[in-house]
């Protein structure tokens, strides 16, 4: 398993042609206690880029990209009730939706986990 | 001018202490010429206060109160008994004179205000929740029709064909612009209202029906059957009331299986006020609250533990969300909220029901005077507290010639149906606790005499 | 002879010491708590004296009946006018002291106004009387109307929409019909980011795709950038002037006439028209729709979030596409309502339609015309002038201890924009905000405008005394000082109000928006 990352702080961690897709702990940080999130629906397309999610803070609604195309394939019920997860467990129990790639080659265009550290500690 | 504290030393200290040597060069931003160089011409200037009310006073004048007239208007605002204290509460400087509660620390007054108002208004229609109002029931109506798009992700409405023609009017204004489809139809002057046709208008395309309840002509539609109807085709029922007090009597729609209800909650607490300021009324299910408009008021506690209230689910809202807000709706209607609210406190669930009752009293013995005149038909067989009758003219010439007797005496649906010819002849009168025997004897003999 | 001061406290009496105890009741002193007012009473009582109805429900009313009266209480007029009294006290409001909420424009409510409100004569007047019987409200509408075109400079005005945003939304659905009617599509709207947030709302509601046009370093639109987006895609845009950081929008009519000649339109949103009432007319600056907020610029009562008014006066080109009802004075002297029936007969066959039931709100518009009789033309250019003296007022006696980021590029408008720049670490405009409330002010707009960090914008309006205005600078400094020295004790604040911090995450989480008996 893989875990990629975008400039979008969303974290994507690939086994063969599944993935699951979170956002990153630093995206957490910076959004401030979670209060909701809204998930696609299981069977929904989206291309790379496209809004995927919306994670709520109380003062701020982030959309979530989608980091390379797919189509989902589970959300995280456990977020309905705790989304305070985001917060506690970002890149773990956390996570937003799981989605098959629709070309892995998309994948190319991501951070590892090295470059996006290093990305984060410029910002 | 009594309403500026500053005076002219004030005005000369100041501007030496910003380092300006006049007031217009505060305004050097104004591109020269656009600047006038004095007051707009061809408007008077300031006035008194004694002068200024005698004008007011004047064209208040011109007007025949509804309190001086035997009166029976309805057709989405209604006339009820307003209690002094209502009033008075209101004009309380610190509900007046306050800001939407964005500071909570010090707006807790009117965040439990809308706190009691939203369990009201929910406990009043049957829902899970409402939100803390909207600008009125027009509005409220067409909000509830695109919270239902979202939802459903369809993009279509069945309106009956007993929903005020004016909320109509409002929705197709907006629709018009939003691309959704309204499939609306004019009412027919029988007993009751075609549930069967509005049921056969329902596709699996649906997002919403929308019904009132009361329907415009004071008939009252079977909500449980269309609700089952909108379930089999995954599409909500919105349920509207122009009439609260009429939920005194007749069971409150989300009992009845409706998914939204909103309503004008004008006739309790309000007033007449030739249309506005009104007040929106919205409940719905709690599974749908991120989908609601509005503001809504959330119950929470201080850093000391100590039970507060909030605005909450703000994300929902334009000031966050921006275009992608649910609703572009900013100010909501708090003191007419307030005013609903503190009549409601004073009525409560058994005095609603007297008073709907008291309404239901005077509208029976109103139609069944009016039914008495020859030529003249009362079209309802059940209602609350108002009706519709088929008078043997066009009714917007008798509702004139009424007025003319000193009777205000009904709605024509020539008013609200232009071109309808065969609604023309048809009169809204509705009742309400403030109708006397007197009243009914007056609007019997005017509209005699206007017949004849 | 009893002493008079015999229960006072006098000078040979030490000290009261040590910190006050806690009281049975939670309430302490005049800080009084209170109940909902489903705690205070359980449903069954009524507190209005009603008759008891005589003769039967109608049988054919039988199977709609509601199964129990809604579970409501009714409480007798002493306790409920205790409970109202009671809650109003943990309000802060105008008629307590400044109220210095950057564009939302707090100012006096003239009690006048009230009492002309309250008139039978426009209180009790049903909207659906036959006209024969309504023509002072007519007349009020019409005289109102007058003015607010004359004012503006403009063609004619929209009298209905019932709030701000609601007048936006009037503005923008004028200019889709006008596109409409000149067969073109543009699907864009250009809206700076500056903006109130109801402007995108409103246009994307309309239908619009929305493009956010940047600022300049001198916090105005950015002229070419804006020019350069301009093309036969582009609807319009909608710029508020004075702009959200209380600037004068210079380069307005250059841009009016770059967006005209592009095929555009502008809509100017009038919330801060308050500012130059009296001195600009927007019409001579290009503009083709603005919506005016009674509550604000004239001043009707905000009643804790409404209701508002928002009347939209209209160009020559988008007059003909506004929305019905409207008033029209006949020859005869009379005034007619013109409605569905009679638009096209009267001249206005394009119009789009209702906004709402009825015509607008009536109640608004007698506080408005009352406030403006007694203001007339001169008072009201006072008004803005007043109002600018005020602002620049605290610019210049702030900026010293608060940054103001647009303060060297010469005056503001109405409002003083500052930011949280130079406060000590882990302070934020937030800290601020909540010490200004322990100061006994309500505090000013904060985090709007977004496109400078922090945002504090202030706005005196010309309601404030130069006394008043020099104790609530002397506040605003003492608490920028405790936030740039780091003072933990801001980090609590308030202190002295009703309630500390509230817990907006929890409410947000698990929302309780109903109360529930408990189980």
């Known amino acids: 398993m893989t875990r990629y990352f975008t400039k979008d702080h969303e974290w994507i961690e690939v086994d063969g042609g599944n993935a699951t897709v979170g956002i990153t702990d630093y995206a957490q940080s910076q959004l401030g206690d979670i209060t909701y999130v809204d998930l696609p629906a299981a069977g929904a397309s989206f291309g790379a880029g496209d809004t995927a999610a919306v994670v709520d803070s109380v003062k701020a609604a982030s959309d979530i990209y989608c980091p390379v195309g797919g189509t989902v394939t589970e959300t995280n019920g456990a977020l309905e009730g705790e989304p305070e997860l985001v917060n506690t467990q970002a890149e773990s129990g956390g996570w937003l939706f799981r989605m098959t790639l629709a070309d892995a080659g998309q994948l190319g265009a991501l951070m590892d986990q090295a470059a996006y550290e290093a990305y984060v500690k410029e910002l | 001018m009594r309403y500026l504290p500053l005076s002219e030393a004030d005005r000369a200290a100041m501007l030496a202490r910003i380092g300006a040597t006049g007031i217009d060069d505060l305004f050097a931003d104004v591109p020269k010429g656009l600047l006038l160089d004095g007051p707009v011409k061809g408007l008077p200037n300031h006035a008194s206060e004694m002068a200024v009310e005698r004008h007011m006073a004047a064209l208040a004048g011109q007007n025949l109160a509804a309190g001086s007239a035997p009166f029976f208007l309805g057709a989405g605002a209604y006339r009820h008994h307003v209690p002094a204290s209502v009033d008075h509460l209101i004009q309380r400087g610190e509900f007046l004179t306050a800001y939407t509660p964005y500071q909570p620390e010090i707006a807790q007054g009117t965040l439990q205000v809308l706190f009691e108002f939203q369990t009201q208004v929910a406990r009043l229609f049957g829902t899970d929740l409402a939100n803390a109002s909207m600008y009125d029931g027009s509005t409220a109506c067409w909000e509830a029709i695109a919270m239902a798009t979202r939802v459903t992700k369809r993009s279509r409405a069945v309106l009956s064909a007993g929903l005020h023609p004016h909320y109509v009017a409002t929705a197709q204004t907006m629709a018009r612009f939003t691309g959704d489809t309204l499939v609306a139809a004019t009412p027919q002057l029988v007993a009751e209202a075609d549930d069967a046709a509005l049921i056969a208008a329902i596709d699996g395309e649906t997002a919403c029906v929308v019904v009132q309840y009361p329907d415009v002509l004071g008939r009252i539609p079977d909500l449980a059957r269309i609700a089952a109807a909108a379930q089999a085709q995954g599409a909500l029922l919105v349920a509207v009331v122009t009439e609260p007090v009429a939920l005194g009597l007749i069971e409150a729609p989300g009992k009845l299986g409706a998914d939204i209800v909103v309503g004008e909650g004008q006739a309790l607490g309000v007033g007449l006020q030739f249309g506005g300021p009104y007040l929106g009324l919205f409940g719905t299910r709690e599974k749908y609250v991120r989908q609601m408009p509005g503001r809504l008021c959330g119950e929470t506690v201080d850093a000391e533990g100590r039970r507060g209230y909030v605005l909450t689910l703000s994300t929902r809202e334009q000031h966050i969300r921006r275009e992608k807000a649910t609703s572009n709706i900013c100010t909501n209607a708090g003191l007419c909220a307030l005013a609903f609210s503190i009549h409601m406190s004073l009525l409560g669930g058994a005095g609603l029901e007297r008073l709907a009752q008291l309404s239901h009293q005077r509208a029976r013995e109103t139609a069944a005077a009016l039914g008495a005149i020859p030529g003249v038909r009362v079209l309802n067989d059940a209602f609350v507290n108002e009706f519709a009758v088929v008078l043997p003219k066009d009714a917007r010439t008798v509702v004139r010639d009424l007025a003319d007797c000193g009777v205000l005496g009904g709605v024509s649906l020539g008013r609200l149906y232009p071109g309808a010819t065969g609604l023309a002849n048809g009169l809204l009168v509705a009742t309400s606790e403030l109708n006397t025997d007197e009243d009914i004897a007056a609007l019997v003999a005017a509209l005699k005499e206007v017949l004849a | 002879m009893s002493a008079p001061n015999a229960a006072g406290w006098r000078p040979e009496m030490s000290a009261a010491e040590g910190a006050a105890p806690p009281t049975s009741s939670g309430d302490r002193g005049l800080m009084l708590e209170e109940k909902l007012i489903f705690e205070l009473a359980a449903p069954g009582g009524c507190g209005v004296d009603l008759d008891q109805p005589q003769g039967e429900v109608s049988p054919a009313l039988g199977r709609f009946r509601r199964a129990e009266p809604a579970a409501l209480p009714g409480l007798s007029e002493p306790e409920v006018v205790r409970h109202y009294t009671r809650l109003s006290r943990q309000n802060y409001a105008i008629d307590l002291g400044p109220f210095p909420l950057g564009s939302c424009t707090m100012k006096h409510n003239p009690r006048l106004n009230e009492r002309v409100a309250r008139l039978p004569g426009f209180a009790d007047v049903h909207p659906l009387q036959p006209v024969q019987t309504v023509q002072g409200a007519l007349a009020v509408i019409n005289e109102l109307a007058h003015w607010l075109i004359t004012l503006t400079g403009m063609h004619g005005v929209a009298m209905s929409p019932k709030a701000g945003a609601h007048g936006e939304l009037c503005g923008v659905l004028c200019i889709k019909a006008a596109l409409e009617a000149r067969g073109e599509h543009r699907p864009v709207m250009l809206v700076p980011e500056s903006a109130h947030g109801t402007n995108p709302a409103t246009a994307a509601f309309a239908g619009f795709a929305i493009e956010s046009i940047p600022a300049g370093p001198d916090g105005r639109i950015d002229l070419a950038a804006l020019k350069g987006r301009l093309g036969p895609d582009v609807a319009g845009v909608m710029i508020t002037n004075p702009n959200t950081c209380g600037l004068f929008e210079r380069d307005l009519k250059t841009i009016a006439d770059a967006v005209h000649a592009a095929g555009g339109y502008v809509y100017c949103d009038g919330a801060n028209f308050n500012a130059i009432v009296g001195k600009v ?191 609530f600078i002397g506040s605003l400094r003492a608490v920028a000082e405790r936030a740039k020295a780091g003072d933990p004790s801001l980090k609590a604040a308030p202190h002295h109000a009703p309630r500390r911090r509230l817990d907006e995450t929890a409410a947000a989480r698990k929302p309780v928006l109903v109360w529930r008996d408990p189980a």
Do not use: W
Request: glycine fraction near 14%; include cysteine.
């Open chain 3, 281 to 471: 007319r927007p019409g001579d600056l290009g503009v083709d729709a603005m919506h005016i907020n009674l509550h604000k610029t004239f001043s009707t009562p905000h009643g804790g979030g409404g209701p508002g008014s928002g009347p939209v006066v209209l160009s020559e080109a988008l007059s003909p596409f506004g929305p019905l009802p409207f008033t029209a004075r006949q020859a005869d002297g009379s005034i007619r309502l013109i409605e569905e029936a009679d638009a096209a007969a009267a001249g206005h066959p394009h119009g789009f339609g209702r906004m709402a039931a009825f015509h607008g709100q009536m109640g608004m518009f007698t506080r408005a015309l009352t406030y403006i009789l007694s203001h007339g033309a001169d008072g009201l250019r006072q008004v803005a002038e007043d109002a600018v003296l005020n602002a620049n007022y605290v610019l210049r006696s702030l900026d010293d201890v608060l940054e103001a980021p647009y303060g060297h590029a010469g005056p503001c408008m109405h409002e003083a924009l500052f930011t949280d720049h130079g406060m000590a670490e882990g302070f934020t405009t937030l800290d601020v905000a909540k010490g200004l409330i322990d100061e006994g002010f309500h505090p000013m707009t904060v985090y709007f405008p977004l496109v400078v960090h922090g945002a504090m914008l202030v706005e005196p309006t010309e309601c404030e005394s130069k006394d008043g205005l020099d104790r």
